[in-house]
Every structure is written in structure tokens, then in C-alpha cells.
């Protein structure tokens, strides 16, 4: 989009049965509108480091209806761009008597999608699903696409950001490829989100998303000893503040329905703002990352939705985190207090989205639990410091690595599963992310809720195969039952339940897909193929997909697992009522 005010975007985001919320970047300070169905919404932009947002908040529309819109910036129409191949950006709004349909995935780099990007980063899955969408083919559409951390790679830098580092310091000084400062992760963001197809994705799909270490930098508060390593050095402060402040304003601030932002006090300072000159918010919005960083209980960035008999937790297992040695937890008093109160039965589908896999396989989990006892002095001091930098240089960071908060939160699960917090729900499926490799797991369980484990990643940034084959090894090889024996010997009580692979692992780069539908959670993962060459329209091919159904829909309780595609949803763009048109005209 050559000389567009639009620098990125527009983004649709929180999406509800009557309102939707659009997201863009803008050139420079405007008035930013979008119009659909005959009305007309509009925001003005606020500036952070120069850089210049807006957050359209549509509302007063029709549940269950599909409507195409248009963004305008000071007035002149911005998008679509008149040149484009892809079809009209629409609100889909939730239609209330419709089951669920969430794509979702992790770890995503930003490289081209030529055939040199592809050769070392494998074909961007979410690309794939956008040229789908767009082709008009069978396809189910989501509602909503969830991000389940790494969407960017702040310390695992691209020649294209390298080039942009380069410009502006010298890159051999700290933190050398690394990013340093707000601005560097604006433009981190555009390599993200600019690519043509995926940007039609995310103007049309609705998003919702959370962190990762990678968003920050790799093993982000993995320990006390890593965070105070971190701050020991010249340039960590900025680059943590940076971190946060550009996640709250790229990521975080889309996820709130509009309620929520009306008690966000960040959004309250935009809300509220009626000078003349465009609001800055960078003092403000660095101050907020500074305290949120330091002071992790004085910001929430979990959130909770519910769509119709299904209910959506999405976990923040990094920001939150106790790392006193002494009371280790994965989740501080306050975050643990807010899932216990999310996590209720009279659902017929629990999910909790959490970055980390809260139930990696067994024997991995038996490693962890193993290298955290290790490292808190389970075998001794000496043996402690090791322990550390294990933990540290193979990521045994994961749940089973916060014993207490992998227990707790574990009796939660059972409670919610045997019916003791309301009527237990069909399923409890925890969406996962982060490990490079994707897989199902299942508890072993023989009433009252399945427990099911499904992971999706990466969406694109492949394990190499050498680091696959010893992931296979370590997952599940003889790491069970020796992982098993080294947990006892360091005192590490057995988990509170056993599970056991369903499916998988595949390392593909892939995408997953959830329906909820009358038989139970349909799930299936897609990836990109390139076919004669053309690296730049990959087809979209099923990698695995399987039902998971209620106890009392299967003889002897068993977990349906089928190796067919899901059956093929109607296209929610195509097979809903139209939207109303005669809506009178709007502007706020």
C-alpha cells in the first residue's frame, strides 16, 4: 500500500455479539473511522514515541451477522487499499446459538516467504490459512484466532531487523542483534503484521493474544537468579519497559471487551482526553511497564471469555511468576486466586489457554519436576548451581518445573473435572503452545470430565531436525521411567494424576483448529505445502485432527481418536444470515 496513511492494520480484535474493536497504526495524528452497514464510528489517534494508534470501537450491530467494512484515516478511505487481491475486510459478529470455532498456535518469526525463508524457517502456516480463507474454498471460519505466545521474536532478530538495528546504532554494542528500545520493537511489529495475506487475516479474523519469553527475551523470569542476571547489565531496563509497553499497546490492549478497557486506567487517560493536540502517552505508558515489571500484582494480563457453554481462560504463566527460591510459583497468590475463581464447571467446554503445556509428556515432566528440586538444592549446594544453569540452558521451565503451582492448580482441574465446583464440563482442554512440536495428551481418567492436553507449535519456526530427534528422545523414550527414578531420588512427590499421548508429536509448522460440535472438540492442525515452486501460495493440508468426546458417548470411556478431518463447517462468511444495512449512522 505505497504513500497509505496506514502503517499497520487495521486489526480486528475483541469481537463480541453486538461490538467489535478495530486496531491500526496510522503515519501521522489523524481521525480514524470505520464505516459499515451504513454507519459510521470513529477515534482519534494517540501517540506513544511518536508513533501514532487508534482503537475504533464499533457497536450497536446485530449478533450472528457478517458485514464489510471500510477505514477511513482524516477522511479518505485507507482500506481496503483499492489495488488489492483479497476480498472485503467484515465484522463477524458472535451469534450466540452457534458453538465455538478458535484456530490457535504459537511461536511465529518474521523472515520473507520466499523460497530462502522457507528453506530456513518452513512455510508460515498462518499464511497458508489466510490464502485459504481468502480463496473462498471449504473452510471452516473461526471466530476467533488465539496467539498463544512468541509472536515475536524480541532476541532472535531477522536480517531484516538487523538491517533496521544497524541504521540507527552500532549493532556490536549491547544488546548487539537483540532489541533495545521501543522503537525497534515498533518496527519488530510491522515485519510481523505486514506481510499482504496475513495482514487480510487479521483485518477480518478476530485476535486474542498472549506473551511468551520470546515476546521479551528467551527464559524470561525463568528464576531469580536469570531476572537478577538481567538486571545487572546497561540495557535490560529499557528493553523490559519497551517490552511491555509495545505488548500492552500491539497485543494486550485488543484482548479487552469494552468494559474491561473502560477500567483499564491506561485506556481510561485516551478515553478521557478531549485537548486539542494529540494525546502522548509515552511517559505514562513507560511508567506502567516499569511497575509492571517490578511490581507484578499491580496488572492482570490474564483474561476470561465465555461463548455461549464454552469458556475461554488464557493464562499469563510468564509476567506472574513468584521467584523467590523460597516460594517458587509459576503463578503469584493474587493470579492463582483469580484462575481459581475462573475455573467452574456448568460448561459444556472448559479451555484454558496457557503458553507453557501445563501436561508436557511424561517423561519431560518427571525432567522438570527433577531439575527444580536439583536446583533448590535437592542433591546439595553444588549440585544446586548446576541444577540452575540446566534449567536455564535446556528451558526446564515449563509447569512441571513449579511443582506447587503445577499441583495446585492440578487439584483445581480435578475439582472441576469431578463435578465438585458445578456440573462437570464434557471436556477440560488446556491449548498450549511454545515446545516446537505439537501434540495431544490425555489424562487418565474414567468419569466426569476428559482432560485433554493439545498443543500447537510452531506456527513457523521449525526444531532442527537433529534438536527433533532429541526432543523425541526426551519426551518419549526412556525419559519416563528414568525421569521417574531421578524425580524420586530428589524427594519429588509423584504427580497427582498420570497421563499418556493420544497423539503425536509432529514438528511441522502448523495451525490448529477447534469446533465445538454435538459429538465433542473436533481438533485439527493444518500446515503450509509449497507445490511447483510457487513458495508464495503455499496449499494449506491437514497434518492431524481428532474428536474428543463425552465418557458417556463412548463404550468403556475411551477417547475418541479418529485420523479424519474434521467435517467440513459452514463458511461463516458465507452461510449466515447478511448483516442489516438500514442501521442509522454513527459517530463517537
Same mark, same amino acid.
Given at each position: ?9 487495521? #486489526? ?12 491500526? &497504526? ?58 488489492? +487481491? ?46 485459504? !480463507?481468502?480463496? $473462498? ?21 531477522? +536480517?531484516? !531487523? ?21 522503537? +525497534?520493537?515498533? %518496527? ?12 487480510? *487475516? ?6 486474542? !493474544? =498472549? ?19 538481567? &538486571?545487572?547489565?546497561?540495557?535490560? %531496563?529499557?528493553? =523490559? ?37 494529540? *494525546? ?9 511497564? +516499569? ?51 475462573? !475455573?467452574?464447571? $456448568? ?18 515432566? %518427571? ?10 538444592? $535437592? ?135 477447534? &469446533?465445538?460440535?454435538? &459429538?465433542?472438540?473436533? #481438533? ?11 513458495? *508464495?501460495? /503455499? ?26 478431518? /474434521? ?20 459517530? %463517537?
Amino acid at each position: 500500500m505505497t504513500n497509505s496513511p496506514l502503517v499497520l492494520g487495521p #486489526l480486528m480484535r475483541y469481537v463480541d455479539e453486538t461490538s467489535a474493536s478495530v486496531w491500526v &497504526e496510522t503515519r501521522d495524528a489523524a481521525r480514524v473511522s470505520v464505516r459499515a452497514g451504513g454507519g459510521r464510528w470513529a477515534a482519534r489517534t494517540f501517540q506513544v514515541h511518536g508513533h501514532h494508534y487508534a482503537l475504533v470501537e464499533v457497536n450497536g450491530l446485530e449478533p450472528g451477522t457478517v458485514t464489510a467494512y471500510e477505514l477511513d484515516v482524516d477522511g479518505i478511505q485507507a482500506w481496503p487499499d483499492a489495488s488489492s +487481491e483479497f476480498p472485503p475486510s467484515k465484522i463477524a459478529t458472535l451469534d450466540p446459538a452457534r458453538p465455538l470455532r478458535l484456530a490457535y498456535g504459537s511461536c511465529r518469526t518474521s523472515v520473507p516467504h520466499d523460497e530462502s525463508g522457507n528453506r530456513s524457517h518452513g512455510v508460515d502456516s498462518l499464511r497458508a490459512y489466510a490464502l485459504a !480463507m481468502a480463496s $473462498g474454498r471449504d473452510l471452516p471460519w473461526p471466530d476467533l484466532v488465539a496467539f498463544l505466545g512468541d509472536q515475536v521474536y524480541a532476541d532472535a532478530t531477522s +536480517e531484516q !531487523m538487523q538491517e533496521f538495528i544497524r541504521a540507527r546504532r552500532d549493532i556490536e554494542a549491547p544488546p548487539g542483534e537483540e532489541l533495545k528500545d521501543f522503537e +525497534e520493537y515498533a %518496527h519488530l511489529y510491522y515485519l510481523a503484521w505486514s506481510d499482504p495475506a496475513n495482514r487480510w *487475516l487479521l483485518s477480518t479474523l478476530p485476535s486474542a !493474544m =498472549i506473551f511468551d519469553d520470546h515476546d521479551i527475551r528467551d527464559d524470561w523470569n525463568t528464576s531469580l537468579s536469570w531476572k537478577k542476571e538481567m &538486571e545487572a547489565t546497561s540495557w535490560w %531496563h529499557e528493553r =523490559i519497559v519497551a517490552g511491555l509497553a509495545s505488548y500492552w499497546l500491539y497485543q494486550h490492549l485488543g484482548n479487552l471487551s469494552p468494559q474491561e478497557r473502560a477500567e483499564d486506567a491506561i485506556w481510561q487517560k485516551v478515553a478521557g482526553y478531549s485537548g486539542d493536540a494529540e *494525546l502522548d502517552l509515552s511517559t505514562t505508558l513507560d511508567r506502567f511497564a +516499569e511497575r509492571a515489571d517490578s511490581d507484578p500484582v499491580s496488572y492482570r494480563w490474564s483474561y476470561c471469555r465465555d461463548f455461549g457453554d464454552t469458556r475461554l481462560v488464557v493464562v499469563d504463566s510468564r509476567a506472574a511468576r513468584e521467584l523467590d527460591p523460597d516460594n517458587r510459583a509459576l503463578l503469584d497468590e493474587e493470579e492463582l486466586a483469580w484462575l481459581d475463581g475462573k !475455573m467452574r464447571g $456448568g460448561f459444556d467446554h472448559l479451555l484454558v489457554a496457557t503458553s507453557l503445556p501445563f501436561l508436557l509428556p511424561m517423561g519431560l515432566h %518427571h525432567v522438570e519436576s527433577w531439575s527444580e528440586a536439583l536446583a533448590q538444592g $535437592g542433591w546439595g549446594k553444588r549440585a544446586a548451581r548446576v541444577g540452575e544453569k540446566m534449567r536455564q540452558a535446556a528451558d526446564l521451565e515449563h509447569w512441571g518445573a513449579f511443582q506447587n503451582s503445577f499441583r495446585t492448580v492440578a487439584a483445581i482441574v480435578s475439582e472441576v473435572a469431578d463435578g465438585k465446583r458445578g456440573p462437570a464440563p464434557a471436556t477440560i482442554a488446556f491449548l498450549s503452545g511454545d515446545v516446537h512440536f505439537s501434540y495431544v495428551s490425555e489424562v487418565k481418567r474414567s468419569s466426569g470430565s476428559r482432560v485433554v492436553q493439545a498443543v500447537c507449535s510452531p506456527i513457523r519456526n521449525p526444531l532442527p531436525r537433529l534438536t527433533r530427534f532429541f526432543t523425541a528422545i526426551m519426551s518419549y523414550g526412556l525419559a519416563a521411567p528414568v525421569g521417574a527414578l531421578v524425580a524420586r531420588s530428589a524427594r519429588v512427590p509423584d504427580p497427582p494424576f498420570r497421563w499418556s499421548g493420544m497423539k503425536g508429536p509432529w514438528f511441522d509448522n502448523n495451525l490448529a483448529h477447534l &469446533e465445538v460440535t454435538p &459429538e465433542g472438540l473436533k #481438533l485439527s492442525w493444518r500446515k503450509g505445502v509449497v507445490e511447483d515452486g510457487d513458495h *508464495l501460495h /503455499p496449499r494449506l493440508e491437514e497434518v492431524a485432527s481428532l474428536t474428543v468426546t463425552a465418557f458417556d458417548q463412548r463404550p468403556g470411556g475411551r477417547l475418541k481418536a479418529g485420523g479424519n478431518s /474434521p467435517a467440513p463447517g459452514r463458511n461463516r462468511h458465507h452461510g449466515r444470515r447478511p448483516a442489516r444495512v438500514d442501521r442509522p449512522s454513527q459517530t %463517537h
